[in-house]
């Protein structure tokens, strides 16, 4: 049994409305995490759970204060525009198959309680080079979300171009699928180095999700701290600058799920 | 303790004629696997159980649709000429020693269920470079099946070939053998290499099953298939291309059991 | 928790007089097994249990009539001239910590049941080259065992020599110490290369555990296929020939414990 | 469920005055490992706790006797001056995510069962190559443990040099800290090599925590081994002698957590 310690921050269960999971998870390029961490430092979410858990890695990090922490994952909700937000984020995610999936059932058990019929997962498609133009692909449950979104401009064809999504990426919408909940994973072709980290990647799933969540995000935050990345990261000769700048960032690298590439 | 899910597909459980139960999961050369999805596709069994499993990859492939689903192993049953058959059929296969034991022994009980008490595990025996003419070898349980089938023309000195049947294709047998349930592995030389598909090689095992079976079955659409396969990888130059049509067959490989070579 | 499947053998549990379990599970060399297996081929002991259980290897062997069969291992009890013997011997021993701890309880409990006050565990120290005289090292569990033994011509300064003993043989002693059972290992040098078989190495520690067990066993069959072994050996070219020799002895390699050579 | 098996020392729990526990167990450099052996051998604390457990290394080492024994970890106190002292020294540590966090539960389980409330952890942050002048870095769980130490001349900047500390000289902390336990880690530079032993950097981790505790310890002697190991290790040419010596110290290396060196 997997031993999970949750600390709640509600004395009462909020009541969303029509709430939509939104998922970034560390995983290739980093991509869902900075997308998510960035939405939750400009909506300001509310936090609902924190949880720690036996299948995290066994060691601890740096909180923003320096002081040492275990990894956890968080739970958040914003109110939304027409229907309200939950952003799953946090520094890592377990490992192995049973591990996984046990902490997305967990996940998914947290959202339904909260009223949750839709998932959607953010993440990277690892290539083996830098990538210019990322393209975002999404891959769906099923016939009804593709037709809810098949307006925006992405691919839909994923299936097309990987093999399998990795991860709670790909768990949580296989396992929301069991349960007649809505998934969708916005993927974007990212660099698949461990220690790339894909801003601007980030900011091409956002301009999706923006038009998703129906919510006016001012992304130039993103933008420059993606433009300041590219341009220290030309200048870069030595990898351990690179590693300090990762650092700052609280992201950790030890596994990148997400996708693997294979086509 | 394993997580299964069970999806049943029935009211009732069949009465089936003294049924024989084919397994050809993923596997060396795949071998296994297409010798049975052929066979599925030209007999259209009714699917029993949809099982998904905790023990499977943590991940989520692209069904027919292109929808994203969690890797599962389905139980069919197609009415035979003078007894029935059960197909086992899938996406994976656990991979730990635990998972494994556990995946086939949840596998047997719903076998004796339905009233299986002969078990044929199909396979590849994974040679370092390309078989020209691929031999079938065979192995057993126990003396009443080597009777049984001792008039194919199948050598059934596997035990002079390799050291041990890995995975499903070997549990299910020797898990088989303490029920006692009858069991035999036809396992075919192929190409060892991870992305190897061996449409000849089942083509071969499935010359051997027809007779097993009893049944007259069309072979034409997998020889043009092997054809095909053979003229086109003749060309590949990349191994792109090679991995896009890995996909077409949503056959994936990050385990490759049944065997290892050893001599 | 482990599953295990366990075979008795026996109607009522046999009355031994002071028992000692003589353990030759495979390992370095194979050493251990070599010198076990020749023993239960020379005395013919009874079998007691054969135990199959989830933490082998999740595959099937051949046996003798080359029918597959799951890795097991069994107990086996002799009557000896001063006091019985019991033999644990087989195909395979659990590879991951907790499941070797959890095997070698199981195992003491069985031994215990017997009236079984003392353990003896065979191995080989792997060197990384061949070894022309191999030495034979002891390591006991206490003063009481090191003086009964102490007149036997063995280093019992293993400590010296290796850092640890890995696996079977070193829990079974371990954990017989808290048992306030007494334990003794003996190790022979031997080349540490995982297809090498240490026939002459097995003569070696069969010398002297001759003399433990007070019993005059002729090790002219073993010696003759020592010399047939080296003899093949050094003809063989290919790896190939000699991997088929290994197979007619139906041991497995997929681990070698035992001990790691450290200096 | 993990498997402990713990030996208890006492009759009754003793009353401590506010103990601190201090974690040495194996890691980088063995700096943890070599400063609380050194401390137990010069305070002579009693011991507590002797814990065997189904998660340490499969294996058996020799103890000061040359006897075999399992690997296990102890747990002693102190009597101090103003405070007393308990002591976690060891042999091993668990090695996956899951055993890591329930054997340091445990630990801290009978650290708050002695009235423990403050924890602090020894160990190295693996550097590339050899280090001339060790630097030690601190890392708290929270403001109170750091206003109270902050008069000692180490830098509590460590979230700035590594990304996280692993193992039971994280975990400690972490779970610490959801107790409401002050924790501390003291970590100084060493050489990563899995062979090194960082008898200088454990001097320079007891300068400083000579002041925590209060205590006046003579360090010459580790000074003089320091100094021994320091001169032996420039004539050293072969990896052999290294080991032999590794081996009289009776630490063993299969796994080295404290810290991943990133920058």
């Not at 969303?16 to 869902?32: A, C, F, K, S, Y």
């Not at 449950?141 to 097309?160: A, E, H, P």
């Not at 461990?194 to 900011?203: I, Q, R, W």
């Amino acid at each position: 049994m997997p031993k999970w310690i949750v600390k709640k921050n509600f004395e009462k269960l909020p009541k969303l409305r029509n709430p939509v999971l939104i998922e970034g998870l560390p995983g290739m390029g980093q991509v869902g995490k900075i997308a998510v961490d960035f939405l939750i430092d400009e909506l300001e979410p509310k936090l609902l759970y924190k949880i720690y858990s036996h299948d995290f890695w066994h060691s601890v990090y740096f909180n923003d204060d320096g002081f040492v922490e275990l990894p956890s994952v968080c739970l958040y909700y914003a109110k939304g525009k027409k229907r309200d937000l939950l952003f799953l984020a946090g520094d890592d995610q377990p490992n192995s198959p049973r591990a996984s999936y046990q902490f997305s059932e967990k996940i998914l058990d947290m959202a339904e309680e909260l009223g949750c019929r839709e998932v959607i997962t953010l993440g990277g498609i690892g290539l083996p080079s830098e990538v210019k133009n990322p393209q975002v692909f999404g891959a769906v449950t099923g016939k009804d979300i593709l037709n809810k979104y098949s307006s925006l401009k992405i691919d839909f064809r994923l299936g097309k171009k990987i093999e399998a999504i990795v991860g709670a990426s790909g768990l949580l919408l296989g396992l929301a699928r069991l349960r007649n909940i809505n998934g969708m994973a916005l993927l974007t072709e990212t660099y698949g180095h461990p220690s790339h980290l894909g801003f601007k990647e980030a900011k091409g799933i956002l301009t999706h999700l923006k038009k998703i969540i129906g919510m006016d995000i001012d992304l130039s935050d993103l933008e420059r701290e993606s433009a300041e990345y590219e341009k220290t990261r030309l200048k870069l000769k030595d990898e351990e600058q690179e590693i300090s700048r990762l650092k700052k960032l609280r992201t950790h690298f030890h596994d990148t799920p997400d996708v693997q590439y294979i086509g």
